[in-house]
């Protein structure tokens, strides 16, 4: 299994981020990826990752649908691609959150699984160099094609929650990138997607892990709460954390089971059921815990010391 990196810390210049970066390529991490928000802009931030890195590879993990057209997304993804070379760039998109979709992007994200389908068919098209015409119910374009070709392939990749938009991702995309999940709900995910009939084609099953590492557990475990209270404002999260059994309601509780927290040696002992889990790549997403920030988690955890 692949080991990647998750880095969003809006307290961090760009320059601390894409030291963190160059770090974390050197301990041996496969993948470096930034979700979009209303802090960082995704690919500025990972062309500055390309000039400063040689191997690892590049992802927006993910950026939501309303913030930019299946055309400036493109666009975005092959200038990574150009700075970053061959086979480096990862275009990970998902549908966001509606309520941030419209108080922030005066997005109507009514139909989340339709926006994404018509996302990825335009996106499609235009990264093969096609001129491409689509009337969705979300998106559309007319003869648009891509002018820039970069050299090999960007890969799409889907975040993903419930199973409707993993078999869109199936049959639309190259890959999926799960979220908030236990070990065993990522086992039987994976297990589940490999039964579908992909023929020789390349699908790639990867998946975030929330890890706060601190020598003081307690600290660590309180960070990884909040950060898992943020997300169960949405109702999509709250279903998602139901249906693995979990009460969204009794957070202390379900974040035992939904990330990793504690001093390095735990954080290591306790990241061995999902190396087992049979993903293709694991990321791991720090959560910075005070003065240490991001970089004990990526340090502690890193391909290196498996």
Known sequence: MELGVSLVDPSLSSRQLTDVV?????????????????????????????AATSRIRLGTGVAPVYIRSPMAAIMGAASVAMAAGPGRMVLGIGSGHPLIARSHFGFDLSSPLEAVSDYLKIVRELRHGRRVTHHGKVFSVEGARLGLHAAGPIWTVVGALGPRMMELAVHEADGVLLNWATASHLRSTATWLRGFDLGAAFFHIAAYVRVAVSSDPAVARNVLAEDLGQYLRHPAYRRHVEKQGLDPDDVSSAVNHLGIAGDPQQCREALKPYLSSGLDELVIRPVPVGDQGIGAAVEALAPAYQ
Do not use: C, D, K
């Open 22 to 50: 160059v770090r974390a390529e050197r301990l041996g991490y496969h993948a470096a990826w930034t979700n979009e928000s209303i802090h960082r802009e995704a690919f500025s931030t990972l062309a500055g990752w390309a």
